[in-house]
């Protein structure tokens, strides 16, 4: 099992914070989100990683446990195309992460022993963790549906929050038949939509291709920093309340 790790992003949304240094060198609770990233993967079983820079590139450096695969049209890619500077086609099986993300060892666990070429956890108690972040949980949330274990919808904006029985965590796995389906779908778009296109856009488009996805439920134990105010956020419940919902930390790493 392979994991790409996506740092290439600007962070825009976490202003002066991210000025000189990628998102997942963020520190919360006592360690960069980087850290967490490779440590629950690492539990999980997964000894091959690499991380994609692009952004404050010079900030990262590489270490065991990982390589570094720059992305040198960061800013005009999106994770996609990120994940693509990584080789996945080379791996029997490659995992996408997102950088700004931490995450309990369990999810990945589950996408290792997933049979699917391609998988995804879906969180089915994401309105805790929605409440928490916004006043309006339909604010910042996408449609998904899933049957029977498979993925049916993704990535459409709702006005009921009856449209969404769970959230996207950002991760994903795919074999590597599973990256050939999806780099086939990908070859068919315009060169700037495929250099752009986000994951979730992705999932989405090998629906409509008739791609099989699975989608394997989840209950918490992850977070998204997508702002200033989330790492605040996850700062004071990680400080005074351990156990809560979405906290991802796990015995030997905490």
């Not at 700037?192 to 099989?212: F, K, P």
């Amino acid at each position: 099992m392979h994991a790409v790790i996506l740092a290439a992003g600007a962070g825009s949304r976490m202003g002066t914070l991210t000025r000189r240094r990628p998102k997942a060198l963020l520190r919360l609770a006592g360690r960069r989100l980087l850290d967490w990233q490779l440590a629950a993967l690492a539990a999980a079983g997964v000894d091959t990683v690499s991380v994609v820079s692009g952004h404050a590139a010079a900030a990262l450096s590489a270490q065991d446990g990982f390589r570094l695969v720059h992305n040198a049209d960061w800013q005009n890619s999106g994770p996609v195309a990120s994940f693509a500077c990584a080789d996945p086609a080379a791996f029997d099986a490659s995992l996408l992460v997102y950088g700004d993300g931490v995450f309990h060892p369990d999810l990945v666990r589950a996408l290792v022993r997933s049979p699917a070429d391609i998988a995804i956890t879906v969180d089915r108690r994401w309105q805790a963790l929605w409440s928490c972040r916004f006043t309006d949980v339909l604010a910042d949330a996408e449609s998904l549906r899933r049957q029977d274990g498979r993925l049916r919808e993704i990535g459409a904006r709702v006005a009921d929050v009856a449209a969404i029985e769970a959230q996207f965590t950002g991760l994903v796995r795919f074999s590597r038949r599973g990256w050939q389906q999806a780099a086939a779908v990908l070859d068919a778009l315009a060169p700037a939509h495929r250099r752009r296109i986000d994951t979730t856009s992705l999932l989405a488009l090998l629906l409509q291709h008739g791609v099989d996805i699975a989608a394997i439920d989840v209950d918490g134990r992850w977070c998204e920093v997508d702002s200033a105010r989330d790492l605040a956020l996850y700062r004071l419940l990680a400080r005074r309340c351990p156990g809560w919902s979405h906290d991802w930390r796990w015995e030997t790493a905490a």
